[in-house]
């Protein structure tokens, strides 16, 4: 019963995951680079990665824990434990050091180290897709 509702709830978590990530660098970024002029919307977006790897990190460190307490196949627990770890130095090292490249005016330097970071979130948005695949199939 409990290894049943802690399934449930880490799918839930996960698909929220799945959305929010998607929602984030698909819809919200783009959204703000259209209404917003450049440097506005580049001063929002920088106090909104903060958050968002936040949340990135703690819905896939609960899913992850969940499963393992559902006693679900290991590969998925493991697959949202990646993501959470992954995300951390994304966030503590990768962000700051994009940021640093922004504000010294290093273009070349920014858009290496964004392309880096685009790849970790289009990783992380296929890793929690796949375990989703998983968890309803």
Do not use: C
């Amino acid at each position: 019963m409990i290894a049943d509702l802690a399934g449930s709830v880490a799918l839930l978590i996960t698909a929220w995951l799945f959305g929010g990530m998607l929602l984030f660098a698909a819809g919200f970024a783009a959204f703000l680079f259209k209404v917003m002029p450049v440097a506005e919307a580049r001063l929002l977006i920088r106090k909104a990665f903060p958050p968002f790897y936040l949340f990135v990190i703690g819905t896939s460190g609960a899913a992850a824990a969940l499963l393992m307490l559902a006693s679900a196949e290991a590969s998925t627990a493991v697959l949202l434990a990646l993501i959470a770890a992954t995300t951390v130095p994304t966030r503590q090292i990768l962000m700051p050091a994009i940021n640093r490249a922004t504000d010294r005016g290093d273009r070349k330097q920014f858009a290496r180290l964004h392309g880096i970071s685009v790849l970790i979130t289009l990783a992380h948005i296929a890793a929690a897709g796949a375990v989703l695949l998983r968890l309803v199939t």
